[in-house]
């Protein structure tokens, strides 16, 4: 029988380590695809970007660079997940039972479906796997969806459901620049959703769990 991939399920850095580590175990026999953000490596290149003004591309690749660190690093934590390289790979190794964690780098340049800029990140490239396998999207981050603001600002307020076009509007968000336009083109949904609770995931992939006692956001792409 084959195993289709039903959801890419982008792991945001900032839950690197514990909780990126924790949800990948959770997430065996979900028929997903991991792929992990940079986190503080990616972070560190940020900063030494604002001091040393390094080119696009420098900092476009390295950046992905990171992505392949923390995934390495989780999958070596997890029995259940393989590192994938390529799409085929993707499928094959969960056609085997496991979870595949996503290398993107090499995949990335063979494909190279972006331009170098700070405004694509991990959020970015997995709509674009997740669109490749015509599977669904769950960004998972530290907080529980989309704001109208930084959460943590006086006056911020949760957003349930959002049009990708309105988030075009938007200054910041939990979610990268890029993503509302990705999902505009390719017509298609995403949830954010906190990964501290890893039981709010699972919810929203399982179609035997209707508990959804909790907030995330989905927008609206399609």
Known sequence: MIIIIKQVVKIG????????????KKLENTNSCIILGGGEF?????????????????????????????????????KSTKLAYSIEEVNKISNEG?????????FLRDEDPFECSWDVTSDSIAAYVAHLLNANLFIVTDVNGIYTQEPKKPGSTFISKID????????????DVMLPS????????????NGKCPEWVLSLID???????????????D
């Open 13 to 24: 850095g900032s839950l690197f380590p514990n909780y990126a580590i924790d949800l990948a």
């Open 42 to 78: 990616a972070n560190l290149i940020r900063k030494y970007d604002s001091e040393q003004n390094f080119s696009d591309e420098a900092n476009h690749w390295t950046a992905i660079d990171c992505m392949d660190i923390t995934a390495k690093l989780v999958n070596d934590k997890v």
């Open 98 to 106: 496991f979870t595949p964690i996503f290398i993107v780098s090499k």
């Open 164 to 175: 990708a076009k309105t988030l075009l509007t938007f200054q910041e968000s939990s979610i």
């Open 182 to 193: 990705l999902l505009l083109e390719f017509g298609t949904n995403c949830y954010v959703v």
């Open 207 to 221: 179609d035997n769990i209707n508990d959804y006692n909790f907030d995330y956001t989905q927008i609206i792409g």
